[in-house]
């Protein structure tokens, strides 16, 4: 049997035998303001939504920025 053969065999057989890794998966969560924080993982990404300020939506715009109608 030629050398090239048996390379080819081998690893043939060390292919079988062999471990495949998956990649991690990643992942997104997205959470409310009073929602508890998750347990951590490197392969999440953890967004807090925060509530408005009441006081930021009731403020009147500059007059140098009103629309001209």
Known sequence: MKFD?????MRNRLDAIT?????PTLSMKIIGANDPQPE????EL????EEKDPDLLTEK???G?????
Do not use: A, G, I, S
Request: glycine residues 0%; without cysteine; aromatic residues 12%.
């Open 19 to 23: 471990f495949v890794q998956r990649p």
């Open 46 to 49: 953890v967004v807090r939504v």
């Open 5 to 9: 053969t048996k390379m080819e065999r």
């Open 65 to 69: 920025l009103e629309e001209v109608n």
């Open 61 to 63: 715009m500059p007059e």
């Open 40 to 43: 951590f993982n490197q392969w």
